[in-house]
Nanobody, 115 residues
Framework: QVQLVESGGGLVQPGGSLRLSCATS????????MSWYRQAPGKERELVAG???????NYADSVKGRFTASRDNAGNTVYLQMNSLKPEDTAVYYC?????????WGQGTQVPVSS
């Protein structure tokens, strides 16, 4: 059974940091490209960061220099380090695993950024 479970979300003040984790099981993690998406209230889901099987990364312009994606193939986990958080980063954050025609999603974790 495929599972992606995000954790690490929670209320944070502007300028603060959080580290999100996405623990996976039920598929061959090292073969899958992993991504982080977010969806703010009333907005469409958007790509935040992607990390390929070889470790290469890409980021949305809005988070470049502040967010860092990483993966642990031995532990089947992907991370998103978020620094210098802004109120506009407030959203539900989702991880996604993709390989060929397969897409798997987690259930999301909320990140409210507010003072």
């Amino acid at each position: 059974q495929v599972q992606l479970v995000e954790s690490g979300g929670g209320l944070v003040q502007p300028g603060g940091s959080l580290r999100l984790s996405c623990a996976t099981s039920g598929f061959t993690f090292r073969n899958f490209a992993m991504s982080w998406y977010r969806q703010a209230p009333g907005k469409e889901r958007e790509l935040v960061a992607g990390i390929r099987t070889g470790g290469g990364t890409n980021y949305a312009d809005s988070v470049k220099g502040r967010f860092t994606a990483s993966r642990d193939n031995a532990g089947n986990t992907v991370y998103l380090q978020m620094n210098s958080l802004k109120p506009e980063d407030t959203a539900v954050y989702y991880c996604k695993a993709a390989f060929l025609s397969l897409d798997y999603w987690g259930q999301g974790t909320q990140v409210p950024v507010s003072s």
